[in-house]
């Protein structure tokens, strides 16, 4: 037995995460050289305008000859290479060099090579989206709700650099909710109730970092009872978020009562560790204009959007989303 059992653990410890942290580098520098490989790879097919299928898998033939024990240069892996290499410029490439083969080939085939594209590269970086979860978000248009979001907030008055860059990418416009359908909706308790039997799609949804608090979560403030329609935390802006769930139409008076629980909320649930909670109204349509005007005096960070149900999708979203039995197999 060692004479210092204490002090020995804690240089056990200290080992091992070296170890650890030196095995998570030589993982992404591994992926990247790969994914540069890839990308020269294809940039000497373009080069040389070879695409002919004889010639593919001519190729693909001979390189698994040479190389018989690594994999990666079949003749399908080569077509995505030239297309890499077509598609994507050198400083680009850098980028994706920071994500797995496997999702810079679902992006070759899903999106364009514009903004959308980069959009989804560098989310997978900052989330670690594995591809599943990358598959979700493009075939959800997360890009058109979030980073060309119609979302009316108020964070960028209220709340700090970067938090307020944080809560922007965090709340999208509209919301997707395609596990629940208009018939099964016919109030905002039946639809509360289908998000927390469905929480880990809402979980999904919201976005990388949150973690569900409850529902009708319950406050007792001045001896009288007060419950809070959906409650979460984001441990990355390390604050929680109130939701107020409307099955109508935006109005006004919705951010009182919502303004009321983010106070209670900051002074009852907040530590001294938190950042500011973050309120949203997320109500059945809104009317911009009329949501601006009753964010304008509101000094809490608040935020007002939309959802949409499973059978209210427009008809650019149906076809491409996947259905729940779809989702459920890829959680």
Same mark, same amino acid.
């Given at each position: 037995?060692?004479?210092?059992?204490?002090?020995?653990?804690?240089?056990?410890?200290?080992?091992?995460?070296?170890?650890?942290?030196?095995?998570?580098?030589?993982?992404? +520098?591994?992926?990247?050289?790969?994914?540069?490989?890839?990308?020269?790879?294809?940039?000497? *097919?373009?080069?040389r305008s070879i695409y002919g299928t004889r010639y593919i898998n001519t190729l693909a033939h001979d390189l698994r000859?040479?190389?018989? +024990?690594?994999?990666?240069?079949?003749?399908?892996?080569?077509?995505?290479?030239?297309?890499? &290499?077509?598609?994507?410029?050198?400083?680009?490439?850098s980028s994706c060099?920071?994500?797995?083969?496997?999702?810079?080939?679902?992006?070759?085939?899903?999106?364009?090579?514009? &903004?959308?594209?980069?959009?989804?590269?560098?989310?997978?970086?900052?989330?670690?989206?594995?591809?599943?979860?990358?598959?979700?978000?493009?075939?959800?248009?997360?890009?058109?709700?979030?980073?060309?979001? +119609?979302?009316?907030?108020?964070?960028s008055r209220t709340l700090p650099e970067p938090e307020s860059e944080l809560a922007q990418q965090t709340i999208k416009d509209p919301f997707i909710f395609d596990f629940i359908t208009a018939e099964q909706s016919r109030s905002e308790r039946d639809i509360e109730e289908l998000m927390v039997e469905n929480v880990t799609k809402v979980l999904l949804e919201l976005?990388?970092?949150?973690?569900?608090?409850?529902?009708?979560?319950? *406050?007792?403030?001045?001896?009288?009872?007060?419950?809070?329609?959906?409650?979460?935390?984001?441990?990355?802006?390390?604050?929680?978020?109130?939701?107020?769930?409307?099955?109508?139409?935006?109005?006004?008076?919705?951010?009182?009562? *919502? +303004?009321?629980?983010?106070s209670v909320v900051d002074d009852v649930l907040a530590s001294a560790f938190d950042n500011p909670t973050i309120g949203l109204v997320l109500c059945k349509e809104k009317n911009d204009v009329v949501a601006e005007y009753a964010l304008y005096g509101i000094d809490q960070p608040v935020g007002v959007s939309a959802y949409r149900l499973g059978d209210e999708l427009p008809e650019d979203y149906r076809d491409v989303l996947p259905s729940p039995e779809d989702l459920q197999q890829r959680i």
């Open positions: 037995m060692l004479e210092n059992g204490s002090e020995y653990l804690q240089v056990l410890d200290q080992v091992k995460r070296e170890i650890a942290q030196a095995r998570t580098r030589i993982a992404v +520098g591994a992926n990247a050289e790969v994914i540069s490989l890839y990308w020269r790879i294809g940039k000497v *097919l373009v080069d000859t040479a190389f018989p +024990g690594i994999k990666g240069f079949s003749a399908r892996s080569l077509r995505y290479m030239a297309k890499f &290499a077509r598609e994507v410029d050198s400083e680009f490439c060099c920071k994500i797995p083969w496997g999702h810079i080939m679902y992006l070759l085939d899903k999106t364009e090579p514009n &903004a959308s594209r980069a959009w989804y590269v560098q989310a997978t970086i900052d989330n670690g989206w594995s591809r599943a979860v990358l598959a979700h978000q493009v075939e959800s248009h997360l890009y058109e709700r979030q980073a060309l979001s +119609g979302t009316v907030n108020n964070f976005g990388t970092g949150f973690a569900f608090m409850g529902n009708q979560y319950h *406050l007792t403030v001045g001896g009288e009872d007060f419950y809070i329609d959906l409650l979460f935390y984001n441990v990355r802006l390390h604050c929680y978020l109130v939701v107020e769930l409307k099955n109508e139409k935006f109005k006004p008076e919705f951010t009182g009562k *919502l +303004g009321f629980y983010v």
